[in-house]
């Protein structure tokens, strides 16, 4: 079989679409999170008869790829309390677990007119606070950053495990505001717990037969290069970059939901 058969079913532009949104994807989850806010949707649109939880299980294959690259590029140059990110990542993997359990029984929509709430707060108070993440302000003992970036890992692996959509920037924010990182440290960490909870979700659906090869495959590759792409820039850049990106995404975020739930439901 040749490589190009694998592809055989697809036109070529749902492919060449497809392999665009991921590489854009790729890129911007690199830096701030949300790339699943492109990546997702372009899947579910050019995929019209795939069933849904397939789409997801393929999303995620891709999505941990470009993940793993941008996790690699950061561990370089950012210093990690591996104790605390041990625990995090342990309670984000059990409750992204058990949110792709539960996808199949609750409606996502459900969901969403909370997400919006919480997005909007997120915006407004990014941008009232210019200095948000510009600098280190931790000040919580090391017991306090695990119990507090413990109960934020699992409600925000819960919602990766049963959604995904944004998680990136969830866990960007929490890491500032609730454990007082820079951005850029944060990006770091909520890469690496990223990985985690990608990896926690793949399993049930992986084990369920939720994927499609050939096309996890392509979305993989062009996430890895958007990835390795926005990782390096968002390092060489520093935080006043990421801010300005992670209120772009929030913003992108809020249309989203504001259409699916105004505008679809309509």
Same mark, same amino acid.
């Given at each position: 079989?040749?490589?190009?058969?694998?592809?055989?079913?697809?036109?070529?532009?749902?492919?060449? /679409?497809?392999?665009?949104?991921?590489? /854009?994807?790729?890129?911007?989850?690199?830096?701030?999170?949300?790339?699943?806010?492109?990546?997702?949707?372009? /899947?579910?649109?050019?995929?019209?008869?795939?069933?849904v939880l397939t789409v997801f299980g393929t999303n995620k294959i891709g999505s941990l790829a470009g993940t793993s690259i941008a996790a690699v590029s950061y561990s370089r140059k950012i210093k990690f309390d591996f104790k605390l990110l041990l625990v995090i990542s342990f309670f984000a993997f059990v409750s992204a677990y058990l949110g792709a359990k539960i996808v199949s029984y609750v409606p996502v929509?459900?969901?969403?007119?909370?997400?919006?709430?919480?997005?909007?707060?997120?915006? %407004?108070?990014?941008?009232? &606070?210019?200095?948000?993440?510009?600098?280190?302000? &931790?000040?919580?003992?090391?017991?306090?950053?695990?119990?507090?970036?413990?109960?934020?890992?699992?409600?925000?692996?819960?919602?990766?495990?049963?959604?995904?959509?944004?998680?990136?920037?969830?866990?960007?924010?929490?890491?500032?505001?609730?454990?007082?990182?820079?951005?850029?440290?944060?990006?770091?960490?909520? &890469?690496?717990?990223?990985?985690?909870?990608?990896?926690?979700?793949?399993? %049930?659906?992986?084990?369920?037969?939720?994927?499609?090869?050939?096309?996890?495959?392509? %979305?993989?590759?062009?996430?890895?290069?958007?990835?390795?792409?926005?990782?390096?820039?968002?390092?060489? &850049?520093?935080?006043?970059?990421?801010?300005? %990106?992670?209120?772009?995404?929030?913003?992108?975020?809020?249309?989203?939901?504001?259409?699916?739930?105004?505008?679809?439901?309509?």
């Amino acid at each position: 079989m040749h490589f190009s058969d694998l592809f055989s079913d697809y036109s070529f532009t749902t492919i060449l /679409l497809i392999a665009f949104f991921s590489l /854009l994807a790729g890129f911007i989850d690199s830096i701030v999170g949300g790339g699943g806010l492109i990546q997702l949707p372009a /899947l579910l649109i050019n995929l019209p008869h795939t069933p849904v939880l397939t789409v997801f299980g393929t999303n995620k294959i891709g999505s941990l790829a470009g993940t793993s690259i941008a996790a690699v590029s950061y561990s370089r140059k950012i210093k990690f309390d591996f104790k605390l990110l041990l625990v995090i990542s342990f309670f984000a993997f059990v409750s992204a677990y058990l949110g792709a359990k539960i996808v199949s029984y609750v409606p996502v929509d459900s969901l969403k007119p909370i997400i919006l709430v919480i997005l909007l707060v997120i915006a %407004v108070f990014t941008w009232l &606070k210019k200095d948000l993440g510009s600098v280190s302000t &931790k000040s919580l003992s090391q017991t306090r950053q695990m119990i507090y970036g413990s109960i934020a890992a699992t409600l925000i692996g819960f919602y990766d495990g049963f959604f995904g959509p944004g998680t990136g920037s969830f866990f960007v924010l929490a890491f500032v505001l609730i454990l007082g990182f820079e951005f850029l440290q944060a990006t770091a960490y909520t &890469k690496i717990v990223n990985c985690i909870t990608n990896i926690s979700a793949l399993i %049930v659906f992986i084990r369920e037969g939720n994927y499609i090869l050939e096309i996890a495959i392509l %979305v993989a590759a062009f996430n890895v290069i958007g990835s390795f792409i926005g990782s390096h820039m968002a390092i060489r &850049k520093g935080n006043g970059f990421i801010r300005i %990106v992670f209120l772009a995404i929030v913003i992108l975020m809020i249309g989203r939901y504001s259409y699916d739930i105004f505008m679809n439901n309509g």
